[in-house]
């Protein structure tokens, strides 16, 4: 089997033999470290999420290109911490965005589910997978075997569902991942924040118990008479960060909205 895993680290963090991460300077409580921007490839290459619009960010990446030729910018959903750079990076390199979402593309074509972007001789599989953004999708990079996963899974943490997400999509996106990184035997998942994760499996399901535990702590605040989003939180977020609620409170709503529809 070719494309076996290679963790080389860098000072942008682990990468492997196809998939070089160029991390955005934008730290924060949610981008953890800030964004991976990922280039995919060799001569020819793809760039997955420019990241935010941060002129230093993107003139950095192009640079770091030199005479290699970007081909497409592919995002895996339309956060600004991801696509905000999109359009000034394609005017930069000359490249078309793809995006699952019309409102984020730049040029004729669209990115879907069973797509696949071959660059360099590297194929790109592209995998939909809704939930925390209605428009996350995931990519497949078959030579190295890893997943590149966006916000849908992170380097550390949790991930949120955002307003424009849901956790029913999310639950099966996740069930999807791991029936897909079990049957192809990943190696990696190269997420959009935070360290690359070199047991896909493990990871996935522990996003996937987390989540379970966090529906069971909602159910059992409702029975001790929680109602609201904000109640709920103030019981099951008790030991953590206040900074934390508000972003809590998003996650606990989606979480409602899918117990009210069970
Ligand atoms: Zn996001």
């Not at 990115?111 to 939909?128: F, I, R, S």
Request: glycine share 10%; with cysteine.
């Amino acid at each position: 089997m070719s494309g076996l895993y290679i963790p080389i680290d860098t000072p942008d963090g682990s990468r492997t033999e196809h998939a070089e991460n160029l991390l955005a300077p934008n730290p924060g409580m949610m981008t953890l470290d800030g964004t991976n921007t990922w280039v995919i490839g060799g001569e020819q290459c793809v760039v997955v999420d420019p990241g935010p619009d941060d002129e230093a960010h993107l003139l950095r990446v192009r640079d770091h290109l030199g005479d290699r030729n970007v081909t497409q910018i592919l995002l895996t959903h339309g956060h600004v911490d991801h696509s905000g750079g999109a359009r000034r990076f394609a005017e930069l390199v000359g490249a078309p965005v793809r995006a699952l979402d019309p409102a984020h593309r730049l040029g004729e074509e669209g990115l879907q589910d069973g797509d696949v972007v071959t660059v360099a001789g590297v194929e790109l599989h592209v995998y939909g997978t809704p939930g925390h953004s209605f428009d996350s999708l995931c990519f497949w990079l078959a030579q190295d075997r890893a997943m590149l996963t966006g916000d849908t899974v992170l380097g550390r943490g949790t991930t949120v569902i955002a307003q424009d997400g849901g956790l029913g999509d999310y639950l099966r996106s996740l069930d999807r991942l791991r029936a897909a990184a079990e049957e192809l035997e990943a190696l990696a998942l190269l997420p959009g924040h935070g360290p690359v994760l070199p047991d896909p499996l493990k990871a996935l399901d522990g996003y996937i118990a987390h989540r379970r535990e966090r529906l069971d702590q909602i159910r059992k605040a409702q029975a001790a008479g929680a109602r609201t989003a904000s109640e709920v939180v103030a019981i099951v977020y008790a030991d953590v960060d206040r900074a934390l609620w508000p972003v809590a409170e998003v996650s606990v709503r989606a979480q409602l909205d899918y117990l009210e529809r069970l």
